[in-house]
């Protein structure tokens, strides 16, 4: 009886701010539980399994991935869905995540629930993607490549000018590389140039043989 009472009492002792010593485990084990829980689901929806669980990513734009070289190549390395658009480190991961909430809304939506409706879209959903990617500096495309790793001398005479001109213009991946991993739209030829022409941008940011 003793023992009971002794055991009761320890569990009852009171800490910091009045909370007993078997309150404070019990909210330490529900924190470690939860926390675990929530990294568990960060890192679930951080494959590429979930981004291909509905149709409107599986039918549209891994389906045009799968037909590129960061889907297949000679070295046998892919970039996945999360590789590219789910930054590593963890409080830039979390805001992407907020923000992934918008396309849960657009999900229940049926914004591009059909191949017309995301046709229809294709332009303005990647120029959203690229406006990101040049905020960021690129960020995770600088995972895998970086201009200092870059080894000028095995790359052909046309890509090394380019990455040249990139460094020291202070351009990033995305300006050059849009497309790489999904089809352009029909009109990007046309908006991207008119874009260009009313900035006054140098040809020569894209076309770096041509002659002036």
Known sequence: MDKKKSATGFFSRKLLFGTSLGAALFFIITGIILWAGFNWTLEATNTEEFCISCHEMRDNVYEEYTKTIHYSNRSGVRATC??????????????RKIHASNELYHKILGTIDTAEKYEA???????????GMEQTDSRECRNCHDFSQMDASKQKEHAAKQHAQARSQGQTCIHCHKGIAHKLSDEFMEIEHEKYLTEEADCKQCHVDIEL
């Not at 332009?123 to 406006?131: I, K, T």
């Open 82 to 95: 999360p590789d590219c658009h789910v930054p590593k480190e963890y409080h830039h991961k979390i805001m």
């Open 121 to 131: 879209k294709r332009h303005q959903l990647a120029q959203h993607v690229w406006q």
